[in-house]
């Protein structure tokens, strides 16, 4: 799990939203794939497709691309392989706001279900601050994947503590 | 297929059976004029021999209605030949017959033949209709039938209660038993409003949808929000003559009333001497950051600057009105969650708070939050603390806010607000 790639893609997409940009790629790694389909399972981006260096064709992008349509990793082109994300953008502003990593290559947070759920109640904590504006969110990436804060709380779990989004 | 019929719409299944006559579209999709069937027979010389040439039409089915309103009597009702009766077996069963003719033995042969009659009075239809169809377009829609639901239904105060009780003792009979109390006691409305949606109100397993023109608000309460409906907001003074030529200008502009505009919250908050060096010297004016606020949701900016320190206040306060916008405010007493600005040097935090929290924050900030009509609310102020850029910031902030609607629109998600669900819409 390397956080300081991790970095770099949540600084990437800050310059991306800024920029307005509809389509954008990021290094295609197991922790980047699972915090993306967590953010697309939330609504902050539309699409998650798997390609190389090149975008796939828009019919992978606007609908779900069946197992065929998607080039296979092999060894040969693993280590092309990018995951190119769409972004939403709402009322000329961007869905998906401003991005911030929590835990960083240096010091790795962590939080306790009892932590987060002070956190999600708007508290502040030693490391992580309180959610207390209206569609701020949390990831954390946990045993059962990462998953947002409520989530987590929800399903009685803590974990590394990755990123906040507002 | 005919493609000059439109399409049959639901309602229409409930009308009489499509008629032979081809109807008439709203719209030709040919440049051609269309010719109606009724206007000129299609076989000129069958139409001639039918009829004699003076008689058209028209003339023929006035005549028809005619005969039928005189000739309908009670002695012209019949019974069923053996013929019909038959081919009524074809379609219905034995039984559903046998109820077709003691349904029509049960009719007074002189009251069928009145209400089958075609009316000659001046109240008459200018049509033949038996009224056993809904006619779509001349008839009226078939409406879901009223329900006993009353969106202004309300308890009744203890005082009603007394006046209720008063007044039964006041028309009491003088052979009163504790029965006679029973039943009025029992009988006696807890509830003003309709008096069917207490006695038979529905049930939770199928309530009733809204009916059209009901309304969650009661109508006497409405106007109380919303400035479009302020009735003095939208009203010109009638004569412009001996105000100000500033505050004429603001109304001319704005359409704001006289009275409207007085009735505004407006502050100066930052009031100092500028002073321009140029080479014939030190020109020195006076600046004004002014705020104005309705203390309901709306908060303005003005700046001024002029050579008499009363214009400069005075401009700056009605440019505050005319800068004036809507501030989100979550229960019209905090905002929507932490928001921050930097303005220059400036870096300000504000902190929503729960009820009851009040207004804790520096002088500026307080006065702005008086004026919008906030009332619990934080604030941080960082690094630098200058006045006029605290004002300015505090402004951005309270304009950044995002609404939660939008969030959940963008995202796709549905968002509930907890507490409003839990205190059922009543926490303000």
């Known amino acids: 799990m390397s956080l300081t790639n991790l970095s770099h893609v949540i600084s990437h997409l800050n310059n991306v939203t800024k920029a307005r940009l509809g389509l954008t790629s990021i290094p295609n790694t197991k922790l980047h794939l699972k915090l993306c389909l967590a953010l697309q399972n939330d609504g902050f981006i539309s699409t998650v497709v798997r390609g190389g260096p090149t975008p796939p064709a828009p019919h992978q992008l606007l609908g779900h691309p069946s197992s065929e349509d998607i080039e296979p990793v092999t060894q040969a082109n693993i280590a092309s392989r990018r995951l190119w994300l769409g972004l939403k953008y709402w009322r000329s502003e961007p869905v998906l706001g401003k991005m911030k990593m929590i835990s960083t290559p240096k010091r790795r947070v962590t939080a306790k279900l009892e932590v987060l759920r002070r956190v999600v109640q708007g508290h502040n904590t030693p490391y992580i601050e309180g959610l207390r504006s209206p569609g701020e969110s949390l990831y954390i990436s946990t045993d059962k994947g990462i998953m947002e804060a409520r989530e987590c709380v929800e399903k009685k779990s803590g974990g590394l503590v990755l990123c906040r989004i507002r | ?428």
């Open chain 2, 1 to 428: 297929m005919n493609f000059t019929r439109p399409a049959r719409c639901t309602l229409c299944n409930f009308s009489r059976a499509a008629s032979a006559a081809p109807r008439v579209p709203r719209r030709q999709f040919h440049p051609s004029p269309f010719r109606l069937d009724d206007q000129r027979p299609k076989d000129p010389a069958v139409s001639v021999a039918a009829d004699t040439p003076k008689t058209t039409k028209q003339a023929a089915v006035k005549r028809k209605l005619g005969t039928i309103t005189r000739k309908m009597r009670a002695a012209s009702v019949r019974p069923y030949t053996e013929e019909e009766l038959a081919q009524l077996r074809e379609v219905y069963s034995a039984q559903q017959v046998a109820a077709i003719e003691a349904g029509e033995a049960a009719i007074d042969p002189k009251d069928f033949a009145r209400q089958f009659a075609v009316r000659t009075d001046p109240m008459r239809l200018k049509y033949l209709d038996d009224f056993s169809h809904v006619e779509p377009g001349v008839d009226k829609h078939v409406r879901a039938p009223e329900t006993n639901s009353d969106p202004t239904q309300k308890l009744k105060s203890t005082e009603d209660l007394m006046q209720d009780f008063a007044q039964y003792i006041q028309e009491m009979p003088r052979d009163m038993n504790a029965a006679h109390f029973v039943r009025w006691a029992e009988n006696n409305r807890l509830t003003k409003g309709k008096e069917e949606a207490e006695r038979r109100p529905h049930t939770s397993l199928a309530p009733d949808f809204f009916q059209e023109g009901d309304k969650l608000r009661v109508p006497e309460e409405e106007g109380k929000e919303g400035q479009a409906r302020d009735q003095s907001l939208h009203r010109p003074a009638i004569s412009l003559e001996g105000v100000s030529p500033p505050l004429a200008q603001l109304i001319q502009s704005t359409g704001l009333s006289q009275e409207y505009i007085k009735s505004l919250s407006t502050k100066s908050l930052v009031f100092h001497s500028v002073t321009n060096q140029t080479r014939l010297g030190k020109v020195q004016r006076f600046y004004c950051l002014a705020i104005a606020g309705n203390r309901d949701g709306l908060l303005g900016l003005g700046e001024a600057k002029s050579f008499e320190a009363a214009d400069a206040i005075e401009q700056a306060k009605y440019r505050a009105i005319r800068n004036m916008r809507p501030i989100l405010r979550y229960e019209q007493r905090t905002i929507y969650g932490d928001v921050t600005a930097k303005v220059g040097a400036m870096d300000l935090k504000l902190m929503t708070r729960p009820p009851g929290f009040g207004i804790r924050c520096q002088s500026l900030i307080y006065e702005m939050c008086l004026a919008a009509g906030i009332t619990d609310l934080a604030a941080r102020v960082n690094r630098s603390r200058n006045k006029m850029n605290t004002v300015k910031a505090a402004y951005e902030a309270l304009l950044s806010q995002r609404n939660p609607e939008d969030v959940a629109r963008a995202r796709g998600k549905k968002m509930v607000d907890v507490r409003k669900v839990y205190y059922s819409g009543r926490v303000f």
